[in-house]
């Protein structure tokens, strides 16, 4: 059998190499019909292939908070979204060839998800389906079981794969300063450039928000992403007692950039998030019994006494984000504030009265789009109330709410138990884990339940917010898939003692 030779192969290579080129040129002349757009994706796909082999884990930590959205596909997907399917194609694949190590294991959290993943199916069959319109539905609702179910399956898909010890911190910055892609966008949109391929990857949505019936009080919502990125990459690195070290000022600096960023945005509800991590993570440290407790008061009330008299000459966004303390500002944040706060709680007082009619079958999610047009014009018109039209999409910014009416009581049943799993899996993580990884899973833990109570009492949507709650168990399992250090001591104990026990009675040695 005669072999090819180099010069043959290479041969070979470019005459592929130029027909997929040629092939590409055609289809590319008309990008955005469904055809060419479908040969494109599927030849990209084949070219990405083998680095999605090796890679796929840490783009899917990376993609995980990035402020990336695919438009070209069906319902604007964020890329998080298909990069939890991707890599759990992936992993699946590598452990049906057996090149994957044993899977990590936490039986509660995988029974809590799957009964979570049962009710949310059930709920759907039994109230209408899923209505996907941008495939053609004849009702909507279908992107938030989409993106429930996405956030259930995207727990397999970051657990799946083992993080190494040396790369620990290296995929805690992937994941949380992902959120800094979004300056991308916001830099095209204010250099006049942000059309194109720029838009197709960062709307323009997140470049702005405008409130109020004036355009009085302008909310960068943007600037949330880089802030709240580097507010929890600072605390995951150094924890409190490493921010707050005298000897790095940098640090401490880097904080405050970050607190004045999050001033400058306009929303009160990430400034207490900021407050309740801290207070969390300050505890977990252990730091209220040391001297910086008295420091940081002292230094709050100064600082509060040197800035709240002037309050009223910051731009109104600081003032509208500030409003929730006792001081005097300018009329326009303030009532740009109260009336999100009165709307809120207008809308709430209305929901209570339907909970019983949704604590056994919930209402689910579909929604007929002649309704909601009706509801949408009658707004518009004046006719209906204010909170009318996000009451009847389900958007009632509560997450109690999001979970009670949708799914009830079996709904609220499968969260309090994939809740309660999951802090006690962070829990043993930080008391029993790794000393290398004490301060990321300290820092992991406490980022859990300060996201579980702002979701419970200041803002959530189990639709969206689910996928961030099993990002974080997910990491953590991903991350301590050893056996905890007293388990193993534990472990030793057992086999000591069956040793001892084998000695002292000659006649079990025989068995």
Avoid at 20 to 30: C, D, K
Avoid at 362 to 390: H, T
């Amino acid at each position: 059998m005669v072999e090819s030779s180099p010069t043959t192969r290479s041969y070979l290579i470019l005459g592929v190499c130029v027909t997929l080129a040629v092939v590409l040129g055609y289809f590319l002349a008309s990008p955005l019909e469904s055809d060419s757009l479908g040969v494109i994706l599927m030849v990209l796909a084949v070219l990405v292939t083998p680095l999605l082999l090796r890679w796929h884990h840490p783009l899917l930590v990376f993609s995980w908070n990035a402020p990336i959205f695919l438009s070209f596909l069906p319902g604007n997907m964020a890329a998080g979204t298909v990069m939890v399917f991707v890599s759990l194609f992936f992993t699946l694949l590598d452990r049906a060839m057996g090149r994957s190590a044993e899977y990590p294991r936490a039986p509660q959290i995988t029974r809590s998800l799957a009964f979570f993943a049962v009710v949310v199916v059930v709920t759907a069959w039994l109230t209408g389906g899923v209505g996907i319109r941008a495939l053609g539905g004849s009702s909507f609702g279908g992107r938030k079981y989409i993106l429930l179910l996405t956030g259930i399956v995207a727990y397999f898909a970051i657990s799946g794969q083992r993080i190494p010890r040396a790369k620990a911190q290296s995929y805690g910055a992937l994941y949380f300063l992902s959120g800094f892609l979004v300056l991308i966008g916001i830099a095209g949109d204010l250099s006049g450039g942000g059309g194109g391929v720029l838009q197709s990857f960062f709307p323009e949505s997140f470049m702005q928000e405008d409130e109020g019936p004036t355009g009085g009080v302008v909310r960068w919502s943007s600037i949330n992403f880089v802030t709240i990125g580097l507010f929890c990459f600072l605390l995951m690195r150094y924890g409190v007692r490493g921010v707050l070290d005298v000897q790095r000022p940098w640090r401490g600096l880097l904080l405050v950039v970050t607190l004045g960023l999050t001033l400058l945005a306009g929303f009160r509800s990430v400034l207490v998030l900021y407050f309740v991590l801290f207070a969390t993570l300050f505890y977990l440290e252990r730091l209220y019994r040391t001297r910086l407790l008295p420091i940081i008061l002292l230094g709050g009330l100064l600082t509060g006494a040197a800035i709240l008299p002037f309050i009223r000459h910051f731009p109104l966004s600081v003032q509208r984000t500030l409003s929730f303390l006792p001081v005097e500002i300018d009329s326009v944040a303030q009532n740009s504030a109260a009336g999100s706060t009165e709307w809120r709680l207008q809308m709430w007082e209305e929901l209570l009265p339907d909970v019983p009619k949704y604590l056994i079958k919930g209402k689910g999610y579909s929604v007929d789009p002649n309704d909601m047009f009706m509801v949408w014009q009658s707004g518009l018109r004046g006719y209906g109330k204010s909170f009318e039209f996000a009451q009847f999409n389900g958007d009632y910014h509560s997450g109690p709410f999001s979970v009670l009416i949708p799914f009830g009581l079996f709904g609220v049943a499968a969260f309090i138990w994939f809740c309660t799993a999951s802090l006690r899996i962070l829990y043993l993580n930080y008391r029993d884990g790794e000393e290398e990884l004490r301060g990321l899973n300290r820092f992991l833990l406490a980022l859990f339940i300060t996201r579980l109570f702002f979701f419970v009492f200041i803002f959530g949507s189990i639709s969206s917010d689910l996928i961030q709650f099993t990002g974080l168990v997910g990491l953590g399992v991903s991350l301590n898939h050893r056996k905890p250090a007293r388990s193993a001591e534990g472990a030793d104990v057992v086999t000591g003692s069956v040793a001892l026990i084998r000695r002292r009675n000659p006649w079990l040695q025989a068995g």
